[in-house]
């Protein structure tokens, strides 16, 4: 009897084998369990190896197209030294703004299915950071479902569900506790053999307490809850994709201090739904809802139908994603020009050496 290639269990699917059949054959296919400090930890048909990514596509690669953790990748290279060659077309891609980096973006996760945007119920929901982290998320491709953590903490649990559930249209919003052990079924329906669930969410809001209780055992370190906040200590220092006994597979985030918009318009949209229906009664197409006559949005503010809240986030999501968008337009110019100088220096030093003719 055959032993079944893990990849399967990984989600390497005939779309999958096709495209990396066109990219090169010969290498092998593999997929990316942790990226840390240039090395990249990948499972194979064969086990687990640890490489580096190839010189030519660290050159080549555009912004963000290095490899991270969930991509498919193609291995390359000799028994003595195994190379990333190839980062096989991705299906979703979560990104932010680059904290560290103007007009850089950084990818947090590759090929999710579901990502699960966790807050804790010990404290009052943050509606401006959901709202933000459902932008982020409808914008990568995957299913956003927020999940309210450390339920047995609220003093109200119906009541905070319907209040996040006000900001998050379209989106299920669901209440958990480890600790009880309720709402875990719910989440696991999400984690069907060989799909891929990330977890995003401020520190300290129990994505790795979670992801034990997932797997029944604890595989992701935990640390004490601080009393006098109810914030957990920072534990989870890599992105790592781990698959639960289940076969469903989870990618265990770092705590998200900042979650900054990068082109985000389209997720935008989907995260304020309410917003772009209303606006269709707007007098001008490209109405900014922000003092234009005839703004259907401003209007249901003003009528009590549409809280003033939302609005004021969703100018403010906007401003920043047009800000960045100007930010990278310009970095690309830059480059651009830098190639060009490049080139023009190349093209003299040819003729200056008498290697070419100028006529």
């Known amino acids: 009897m055959s032993t079944p290639d893990p990849l399967t269990g990984f989600g390497f699917t005939d779309g999958r084998a096709a495209a990396a059949a066109e990219l090169d054959p010969s290498l092998a296919a593999g997929r990316v369990l942790r990226s840390d400090r240039g090395f990249v930890f990948v499972l194979t048909t064969n086990g687990i190896v640890v490489v580096k990514p190839a010189t030519r596509l660290v050159k080549s690669a555009r912004d963000g197209g290095m490899p991270v ?11 003595t030294e195994r190379l990333v060659e190839h980062v096989l077309p991705r299906t979703t891609c979560i990104v932010r703004r680059d904290p560290g980096r103007a007009a850089r973006l950084q990818v947090l996760a590759a090929n999710v299915d579901t990502v699960l945007i966790t807050h804790p ?41 319907e209040y996040v559930t006000e900001a998050a249209p379209g989106v299920a919003v669901l209440a958990t506790s480890a600790l009880a052990g309720t709402g875990l079924d719910a989440i696991g329906g999400y984690l069907a053999p060989g799909s891929t669930v990330a977890l995003i969410g401020p520190s300290g809001s129990g994505k790795s307490t979670l992801v034990n209780a997932l797997a029944g055992e604890d595989i992701r370190e935990t640390r004490e809850v601080r009393v006098s906040d109810h914030r957990g200590r920072h534990t989870t220092v890599s992105r790592e994709l781990i698959q639960l006994p289940g076969g469903g597979l989870v990618i265990d985030t770092p705590g998200l201090r900042a979650v900054g918009m990068w082109d985000s318009a389209d997720g935008i949209d989907y995260a304020f739904s309410d917003i772009a229906e209303i606006a269709a009664g707007c007098r001008f197409r490209d109405c900014r809802h922000d003092g234009e006559p005839g703004c259907a949005v401003e209007a249901a503010v003003s009528d009590g139908a549409l809280a003033s809240r939302r609005l004021e986030n969703y100018r403010e999501l906007r401003a920043e994603a047009r800000h960045v968008g100007e930010q990278a337009d310009l970095r690309a110019r830059l480059e651009r020009k830098r190639e060009d100088k490049k080139l023009s220096r190349a093209i003299k030093r040819y003729f200056d050496e008498g290697r070419g003719s100028r006529t």
């Not at 953790?69 to 028994?79: C, Q, T």
């Not at 009052?124 to 932008?135: C, T, W």
């Not at 479902?145 to 905070?160: Q, Y």
């Open 121 to 161: 119920l010990s404290e009052e929901p943050n509606l401006a950071r959901i709202e933000r982290e459902l932008a982020l998320v409808w914008d990568s491709g995957a299913c956003p479902v927020v999940v309210l953590t450390k339920a047995d903490l609220a003093e109200d649990v119906s009541r905070a569900i």
């Open 69 to 79: 953790v969930g991509d498919w990748v193609l291995l390359g290279g000799d028994a």
